[in-house]
């Protein structure tokens, strides 16, 4: 996992949670402020580009956690979470496959739910790390089915991150803002998202 994304993570699960604690408006604004400086400040002293983290052959990282940011784009009791937390399991324990398998046969007993197909995707870009055609046509597919939801759409972008393609992750997060309500509970990790992934903004 790179640096940009783990950064770029970092800050979405921190806003994540201050959302689910309940902080909103102008509270959720400063706190996104005050992270973003922080991290610029990163950019500009640390590695961004390095990993994240030090990978051997024997030892590969865990996926990154993506229910915090998951719960503030769909919320938190949701007919898709129960398969997300199994999904979420098996990822934690190395075994991404089986993740992936486990949302794909949720999705062919509930084939029109946006959540799951999101779920598919990050589980299959967490299994290869990075973005393939298939968790494309996922992210897609969950798109195409919730055309008017955010949450699809952030999440290919992290993908795109993941993927090295910060252009195009930005390209996804302004066109949710392009229609977000300013009054939207996660316009400022969208916001963060942009202000991370943008070359030559820190």
Excluded: C
Excluded at 14 to 29: D, E, F, M, Q
Excluded at 58 to 63: L, S
């Amino acid at each position: 996992m790179s640096g940009w994304f783990a950064l770029l993570l970092l800050v979405a699960a921190t806003l994540a949670l201050l959302w689910l604690l309940k902080l909103r408006g102008s509270t959720l604004t400063i706190a996104a402020a005050t992270l973003l400086f922080g991290a610029a400040g990163y950019a500009l002293q640390g590695s961004p580009t390095l990993r994240a983290s030090p990978r051997t052959t024997a030892d590969e990282p865990a996926p990154p956690n993506l229910s915090g940011a998951r719960h503030a784009f769909f919320g938190t009791f949701t007919p898709a979470e129960r398969w997300l937390i199994l999904a979420d399991s098996y990822a934690r324990s190395g075994d991404t496959m089986e993740a992936a398998q486990v949302i794909q046969s949720a999705i062919r007993a509930h084939p029109e739910d946006p959540e799951l197909w999101t779920g598919f995707g990050n589980a299959l870009v967490d299994h290869s790390d990075m973005l393939t055609p298939a968790a494309r046509v996922a992210f897609d597919r969950a798109i195409a089915l919730a055309a008017d939801t955010p949450g699809p759409r952030f999440f290919l972008g992290l993908a795109l991150i993941r993927s090295g393609d910060r252009a195009g992750a930005v390209e996804q997060w302004r066109t949710i803002l392009a229609t977000a309500p300013p009054e939207a509970s996660w316009r400022p990790m969208v916001e963060a998202g942009i202000a991370l992934a943008t070359p030559g903004s820190a």
